[in-house]
């Protein structure tokens, strides 16, 4: 009797551990899921796609050839009427002359010295007085001449009329003015100053 008892209690044992055993939840697929719920916290290294360099814009660039071509589109109206670059002026000289123009087409030009010689059209040179070029920048100075415009030719410079073109040095300074003849708006003093130097050359012929 004991024994039944026994093997009734191991039975009865046995039973409820299975029982146990098959109402027990799987916790590994709930497991797995969280896992794979669960946002990844490490930082994914970014692909860094290639670079692409941008071709430069295609810049315009002026030749030498165009350059010139540019400045010499841009010459005043009075240096196509044939001015004097004051740059161009010889050692020594101090003042110069040039005329051209007229009718005939002249085209000439005188240029003063400090020690009293003159370059003639003609290439041939004379010698005066030194005072006597002194005593014309004097004058022309006290003409006011470093205070006039550079230039005083008109829009219409038409027709068959004299150029006159007069650079003067005095020190450090170098002032160029250009006119017509016949300009209506040339200065009394303009004036003055080319009868001045005029017939200065004039008396040395």
Not at 14 to 22: F, G, R, V
Not at 58 to 79: F, G, M
Not at 177 to 188: A, E, H
């Amino acid at each position: 009797m004991k024994k039944w008892f026994v093997f009734l209690a191991a039975l009865i044992l046995l039973t409820a551990c299975a029982a146990a055993e098959l109402s027990a939840p799987d916790v590994e697929p709930a497991l797995t899921a969280v896992l794979e719920s669960k946002p990844s916290t490490s930082t994914p290294t970014p692909i860094s796609p290639e670079t692409e360099t941008a071709e430069p814009a295609p810049t315009a660039t002026v030749e030498p050839a165009e350059t010139a071509v540019i400045e010499q589109l841009a010459v005043s109206e009075e240096e196509k009427v044939g001015s004097v670059n004051p740059a161009a002026m010889p050692v020594g000289a101090v003042i110069i002359f040039h005329q051209s123009g007229g009718f005939a087409g002249l085209d000439q030009q005188w240029i003063i010295y400090l020690d009293g010689s003159i370059d003639l059209p003609d290439g041939t040179q004379k010698q005066v007085e030194v005072s006597q070029v002194q005593t014309l920048l004097e004058d022309i100075q006290a003409a006011n001449f470093f205070d006039l415009n550079e230039s005083y030719v008109p829009l219409d410079a038409c027709c068959d009329r004299f150029v006159y073109s007069l650079v003067v040095r005095q020190g450090d300074r170098i002032h160029q003015v250009t006119t017509l003849s016949d300009t209506p708006q040339m200065p009394v003093e303009l004036q003055e100053i080319l009868e001045l130097v005029s017939g200065f050359l004039a008396s040395q012929s």
